[in-house]
């Protein structure tokens, strides 16, 4: 059971562009979403979280927007640069399962300069 | 800053052979994660661990997988007999608490484990 579906597989985009990236959930008890930055040969890194409580959060050039209705949320990569480039991932978890993340598969960004 | 420390980097191991993979987490962390992450594929939870105890692990946690704090500083994940499909990126990960503002994960670089 995929429980969290994430969308594209890829992404390529020029340097001062928009990379949007989507994630789909299916269980409704999750109350925590992070995305998570990787570049090659290195762990994943948190880049940014968003509890259900709110619809969108903002960090730096990194928005993530939440629709709990549709049980969707994504992120937004404003003014992309070539150092952008990097495996993302999106998560969910729930609190009563703390850390037992359930991640998407995965979108490898290229930022063109 | 602090930072999750793995070893080995890489680790080539024949089917059937035990495999230890070490962590240290960060000093002040309580909570201790392993992960792995077949290549190409998505990251995928094992196991979380706090107060010396399994909090939660996965379906892909079975008998052969077991965890270990031990000693104040270290965090293992021992693997009894590996077949070929253990073979992936282990990364392990800690985290202050999981209250809000101190739950995010700190991973490691990881540990490729190449079984043969």
């Known amino acids: 059971q995929q429980q969290v579906k994430q969308s594209p597989q890829s992404l390529i985009v020029q340097k001062g562009g928009i990379s949007i990236i989507n994630c789909a959930y299916e269980?409704?008890?999750?109350?925590?979403f992070p995305w998570y930055q990787q570049f090659p040969g290195k762990g994943p890194a948190l880049l940014i979280a968003?509890?259900?409580?709110?619809s969108e959060k903002k960090e730096g050039r990194f928005t993530i927007s939440f629709n709990k209705s549709a049980k969707q949320f994504s992120l937004h990569i404003m003014d992309s640069q070539p150092g952008d480039s990097a495996t993302y991932f999106c998560?969910?978890?729930?609190?009563?399962?703390?850390?037992?993340?359930?991640f998407g598969a995965g979108t490898q960004v290229v930022v063109t300069p | 800053e602090p930072e999750v420390t793995q070893t080995p980097s890489h680790q080539v191991t024949q089917m059937g052979q035990e495999v230890i993979l070490r962590c240290v987490p960060i000093?002040?962390?309580?909570?201790f994660y392993w992960y792995r992450q077949i290549l190409g594929q998505k990251v995928e939870f094992l196991v979380s661990?706090?107060?010396?105890?399994?909090?939660?692990k996965s379906e892909i946690f079975d008998d052969q997988f077991s965890v270990e704090r031990p000693d104040g500083s270290n965090f293992t994940l021992k693997i009894r007999s590996t077949k070929l499909e253990d073979s992936a990126m282990y990364f392990c990960?800690?985290?202050?608490?999981?209250?809000?503002?101190?739950?995010?994960?700190?991973f490691g670089p990881g540990t490729r484990l190449l079984v043969l």
């Open positions: 000093s002040n962390h309580l909570y």
């Open positions: 990960a800690s985290s202050e608490s999981t209250g809000a503002g101190q739950e995010t994960q700190y």
């Open positions: 968003i509890r259900p409580d709110v």
């Open positions: 661990f706090y107060n010396n105890e399994i909090s939660e």
């Open positions: 998560a969910a978890s729930t609190t009563d399962s703390w850390g037992k993340f359930q």
């Open positions: 269980n409704t008890a999750f109350d925590y």
